[in-house]
C-alpha cells in the first residue's frame, strides 16, 4: 500500500506531468465501491476542469482543480465556444481526491494505449493524452470537493501533516495512550500518512519497540521518534523521485523505490547496526519489525 512518500512521489510526478492541462471528457466505470462521490458529480466537477496543480493531503492525491462557472445555474449570459470552454483564471473552486487504496494507479498515456481490465476511470485531457485511474483490488476510492462556503479550504486529511509538526504538537498526540506505539503511529486520526514501513523504521531509528505503550514513552524517546519520522520520510520522498516518471507512465510499471530498510521486512536477518536477528511480532493484525537488542 502507498505511504505518504509514495503519495508524495506520485504527486509530485503527476503535477510535473499534467498541471496545466484540462480535462475535456469523464468516463466513468460500473463499479460504484471505487467512488465515494456520485458519479455524476465527480464527472460535474471534473468536465472542462482546469488542473491547477497535483498535490498530496496524508494519503491522499489531490488534484486542486478550476472548474469552470455553471453558468446556466448562475444566470450568466456568455455562452460557450468549445475551443474556450475554460476560465483562465486560477481560482481553485474545486478538488478530484484519490485515495490509492492497496493497488490503485494513476495512468498518463495515449488514448491508444490498451485499457487495462480494472480502469474504473478515464480523463480525456485537452494534451490529447489520457489519465486512468486503474485498481485491480477496487480499495482505491475516488471523490470531489467543492469549495464553498462550508468547506473553503476543501479537503483536509483527518490527521495532522508528519512533516509539518513540530515536537511540541508531536508529544500530545500520543503520551496519554494506553494503545502500542506502533498502533497510535498508524492510527490515521494522530498522524496522516504513516504506514508499516514508516512506522517500524522510525521506531528502530528512536530505538523504541513497537509494542511499547505509547504513554510509555519518555520526552527524549518522543524527540527521537519524531526526529526519525521526519527523517525517514524525508529520505524516502528524496529517493523515490528518480522513479516517479516510470510509475504514472502508460505502461502500468511500478516504480516505488526500494527503502534500505533497517527493520521492515527484514525478519530474521541481523540487524544493519548490531547482527542481532530482526524479530516480527504482530500487533493489531499488523506486522511489527524490531531489533531486540538496539531497541528497548
Ligand atoms: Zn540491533
Redesign the pocket.
Known sequence: MPELPEVETIARGLDKRIAGDVIESVWIGDKPQVLKSPAAEIAAVLEHSHIIHVRRAGKHLVFDLSAPPRLASQGATRTWDSNKSVQTSDTINAQWIVHLGMTGQLLIGPPEAEMLKHTHAVLKLQSGRELRFVDFRRFGRLSVVRLDQEKPDGFGAAGLEPLETDLEHFIPLFNKRKTPIKSALLNQKLLSGVGNIYADESLFRAKVRPRRRASSLTRAEFQKLHKGLQQVLREAIKAGGSSVSDYVDAEGREGFFQLKHYVYGREGKP?R????PIKRVIIAGRSSHY?P??QK
Open positions: 540487524c547496526v548490531c547482527k542481532t531489533c537488542h538496539c
